[in-house]
């Protein structure tokens, strides 16, 4: 697929969304940001812009408020006009231990990780057909590998998996639908025990953690991958 075409990425402000979108904006593509931190999205923004002193359009919404699909559309509308592709790059990826967990953290999860997504490729999908674009998806080997502490989290993704594998079957043939299933993502700044960090590398058969770079790699390809659809490619498991 020839770049110069207009990506909105979803999550953009996060580690992985925003190293996805810096990657598609040096390639060319037109990317449309969202997320909910204004500061960050305006930062991202003038970094990636087109032209020397330009910034990228961007839209700040809450995934857990109800109305924020239909305002990244409305923001849409008043920027690009409409888009061709989505990456879904959600966060975050909270802790809920299942002896405190409570319907709230099910409903918001669900919210973020499930439901606006899915809602998003709805409202979008005359767009997405028009374009035959692509929709790209992050989610968890968690999915299938469960780990402790995260049950919300792991539903949600869970949902979002099903949720797109039938979309891929709606929206086919105009519209292809893929995900990337991720082990962990090594993270610079984390605080955490070596020794257990240690661990969870040994999961992984390559015995290591993933990198951004790595997984942009692995989304740009199935933004490319013009005879893939309802597939999860699990990377780093």
């Known amino acids: 697929m020839n770049p110069g075409r207009r ?43 087109p032209l020397p002193g330009t910034a990228a359009p961007f839209v700040r919404a809450d995934l857990v408020d109800e109305s924020a699909p239909e305002a990244i559309v409305q923001g849409i509308r008043g920027s690009t006009g409409r888009i061709d592709d989505i990456v879904i790059a959600c966060g975050p990826s909270p802790r809920t231990p299942f002896e405190s967990l ?74 292809r639908v893929n995900m990337v299933s991720l082990g962990i993502v090594v993270d610079p700044d984390a605080d955490g025990d070596p020794l257990q960090m240690h661990r969870l590398a040994t999961r992984s058969p390559l015995g290591r953690f993933g990198s951004v770079e790595e997984v942009v790699h692995v989304v740009v390809s199935l933004l490319d991958a013009t005879w893939a659809t309802g597939e999860i490619w699990g990377v780093g498991r």
């Not at 990506?7 to 997320?35: K, N, P, S």
Request: no cysteine.
């Open 102 to 175: 409570r319907r709230e953290d099910l409903r918001q999860t669900l919210a973020v990780h499930a439901v606006a997504p899915l809602l998003l490729v709805h409202a979008l999908a005359g767009d997405l057909t028009q374009a035959r674009g692509t929709v790209v998806a992050l989610t968890d080997a968690g999915v299938t590998r469960p780990y402790t502490n995260h049950v919300a989290y792991l539903t949600a993704k869970g949902a979002l998996q099903t949720g797109l594998r039938a979309l891929a079957v709606e929206l086919a043939p105009e519209v």
């Open 7 to 49: 990506v909105l990425v979803l999550g953009a402000t996060g580690r992985l969304g925003g190293g996805i979108a810096r990657a598609l904006a040096r390639r060319g593509d037109r990317v449309v940001l969202t997320a909910r931190d204004r500061g960050k999205l305006e930062a991202l923004a003038a970094e990636i812009g």
